[in-house]
């Protein structure tokens, strides 16, 4: 079992930035995906941004050249930074890590709520 913790989000206007840090309590190493996802009230939940054990990473649409994935393996987590924050960003974001030698291999965080105010 992994257990992931999300922090790092809040109440910000637009424009501004947040940093959202996933903590996972053990090494992610060996993690093959961690990415973030989002969902907003009445949407179905989406993928922002996502980086691999290889270090290649791919990001949504709506949020490239604004959101940063990155992973601090000595720290076990992996953070989205995001800049230039728009109202549609406003989501609960979800931190999602994949572990393929681990029974389950697929873990979720609790989710954070970002609120973007216009």
């Known amino acids: 079992q992994v257990q992931l913790v999300e922090s790092g989000g809040g109440l910000v206007q637009a424009g501004g930035s947040l940093r959202l840090s996933c903590a996972a309590s053990?090494?992610?190493?060996?993690?093959?995906?961690m990415g973030w996802y989002r969902q907003a009230p009445g949407k179905q939940r989406e993928l922002v941004a996502a980086?691999?054990?290889?270090?290649?990473?791919n990001y949504a649409d709506s949020v490239k050249g604004r959101f940063t994935i990155s992973r601090d393996n000595a720290k076990n987590t992996v953070y989205l930074q995001m800049n230039s924050l728009k109202p549609e960003d406003t989501a609960v974001y979800y931190c999602?890590?994949?572990?393929?030698?681990?029974?389950?291999?697929?873990?979720w965080g609790q989710g954070t709520q970002v609120t973007v105010s216009s």
């Open positions: 999602n890590v994949d572990f393929s030698t681990l029974s389950p291999p697929n873990y």
């Open positions: 053990r090494s992610i190493f060996s993690a093959d995906f």
């Open positions: 980086i691999r054990k290889s270090g290649s990473t």
